[in-house]
Nanobody, 125 residues
Framework: QVQVVETGGGLVQAGGSLRLSCATS????????MGWYRQARQGPGQQREL??????????NYADSVKGRFTISRDNAKNTQYLQMNSLKPEDTAVYYC????????????????WGQGTQVTVSS
């Protein structure tokens, strides 16, 4: 079993900051890339957009809309990733999901993506 648990969402005024955390635990052999996605509207057909991604080596990739405002990081010893969000805008309002691409312990395991349950971020104007 693998668990992915996010914390840190909430309500903040425009211009404010929030820090999201995502802890991955369970029968893990190794974690590859980790990332944050968001979905502004819920319901069938609504897609999640990539916000930020970080490789096992620490290389990062950001959506153009968050560059210079958001920072992704990870602590490999704790199997945890973070998203520091500064200068938040109302258009950042969404449910934020973390993802971890990992190999589970045991022979013959394939690389799989595991998702967190999502955390609401609301930015008021």
């Amino acid at each position: 079993q693998v668990q992915v648990v996010e914390t840190g969402g909430g309500l903040v005024q425009a211009g404010g900051s929030l820090r999201l955390s995502c802890a991955t635990s369970g029968s893990i052999f190794r974690i590859n890339a980790m990332g944050w996605y968001r979905q502004a509207r819920q319901g069938p057909g609504q897609q999640r957009e990539l916000v930020a991604q970080i490789t096992s080596g620490g290389s990062t990739n950001y959506a153009d809309s968050v560059k210079g405002r958001f920072t992704i990081s990870r602590d490999n010893a704790k199997n945890t990733q973070y998203l520091q969000m500064n200068s938040l805008k109302p258009e950042d309002t969404a449910v934020y999901y973390c993802a971890a691409d990992l190999w589970r312990s045991g022979n013959g395991q394939a690389l799989q993506r595991y998702w967190g349950q999502g955390t609401q971020v609301t930015v008021s104007s």
